[in-house]
């Protein structure tokens, strides 16, 4: 793999000055990473270039079969101004996950992770200054081949772009209205749910259009085959705490493995609370309900970290967890989590890497 080639941008953007209107994938930096990759030469000339338009034939396959994979993760300025990533090293050990599946090459971890410290450093004046706001990172990698046939590409892009995000909430922590799938399903076994690719979001967008237009946030997908078990929310995992214990649906290969997920698991076993990964029912869930011992639900992802659920509908079924309002697990593990990403609290399980 050969060195980081840099070409800096001669003019430079004008920086929001309201951090507060950031919102989320609206602006993006001066400055984007590129690497091809070619059969016979592999991935080669990696560059950091002027964030510009994509050329692309109009036959590149990507466009016709979706032969794509990204990641999702994040910059965050701490209190002594240095800067830090949250555990990249997750992201791109999973990207090469995704990789496999998709039949894209896989590119060496660790170069992922430099190139991405490389990349936020050139942009190092993007990361945002205010509390809660910080750098969102997009690696993704498509196929180019201009060819309108069926089979894997020989010929890729690996991107990593940049746009700096606002607090995800910035008027506090929320709950979310969400309701159960039971006409669409998002993956079934043996397909592609565990992969961070785009034809897992483009199956959901139905099912998602037609939440929006019932007033709801977001939906919970059943598992694929008998719509039975409860898998995630589509850009969230989800957990359950029934009678004090932290349950969330075990990795099937239907459910994204997410890192905020782990953490999540992590931190409760660190403190001594039972956290446990196995199948759970929707009936399981409105049974534990019913008996008034479901304390909390929430999802996890790196976009929101925790996001409480206050309303969970299941058929005619309206579940109201915890009043609508945010649970004492979901708190702590929403207060441990941006602590450490923030550098607000010592990084006791050494998840942060710091840009230089
Ligand atoms: C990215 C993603 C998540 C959350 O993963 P994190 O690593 O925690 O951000 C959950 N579900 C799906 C489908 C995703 O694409």
């Known amino acids: 793999m050969s060195d980081i080639r840099i070409e800096l941008a001669k003019t430079l953007k004008e920086k ?26 592999g991935w080669h000339d990696a560059r950091i270039v002027p964030f510009d338009d994509v050329s692309l034939s109009p036959a590149a396959m990507c466009l016709h079969y979706g032969q794509e994979i990204f990641e999702g993760l994040k910059a965050y300025r701490t209190a002594d101004g240095t ?36 990349l936020v450093e050139v942009e190092e004046e993007w990361v945002p200054h205010s509390d809660g706001a910080s750098l969102y990172i997009r690696p993704f990698i498509f196929a180019t081949d201009p060819y309108v046939g069926v089979r894997p590409a020989d010929h890729y ?28 399903v998002r993956a079934v076994r043996g ?3 565990f992969a961070k690719t785009a034809a897992n ?7 998602q259009d037609e939440a929006h237009e019932q007033d709801y946030e977001q939906v919970l997908w059943l598992d694929g085959v008998e719509q039975k078990y409860i898998e995630e929310v589509g850009s969230m995992n989800i957990f359950f705490v029934i009678d004090g214990e932290v349950i969330t649906p075990e990795l099937t290969g239907s459910v994204l493995p997410g890192i905020t997920r782990k953490s999540a698991l ?9 956290a446990t990964e196995r199948r759970i029912t929707i009936e399981e869930v409105a049974k534990a309900y019913d008996e008034g011992k479901l304390d909390e639900v929430f999802g996890t992802g790196t976009a929101a970290v925790i996001s409480p659920v206050g309303h969970l ?44």
């Open 201 to 207: 979001y483009a199956i959901s967008l139905k099912g």
């Open 16 to 41: 929001p000055t309201d951090e507060s209107k950031l919102g989320f994938g609206h602006i993006f930096t001066d400055h984007m990473f590129v690497m091809n990759y070619d059969t016979g030469e």
């Open 313 to 356: 509908k299941w058929g005619d079924k309206i579940m109201t967890i915890n009043n609508n309002e945010i649970g004492p697990i979901s708190q702590m593990l929403y207060d441990t989590m941006t602590g450490i990403q923030w550098g607000k609290i010592p990084d006791e399980f050494g998840w942060t890497v710091k840009i230089k």
């Open 191 to 193: 397909g592609t749910g």
């Open 83 to 118: 800067v830090q990533l949250f555990r990249p090293d997750e992201n791109y050990k999973r990207m090469n996950v995704s990789a496999e599946r998709m039949v894209i090459p896989k590119i060496d971890e660790e170069f992922m992770i430099e190139a991405t410290k490389k």
């Open 157 to 184: 892009l690996f991107l990593i772009i940049l746009s700096p995000s606002g607090a995800y909430y910035s008027t506090g922590l929320n709950p979310v209205k969400i309701y159960v799938e039971q006409k669409y």
């Open 266 to 274: 992590e931190v409760c076993r660190s403190k001594g609370i039972k």
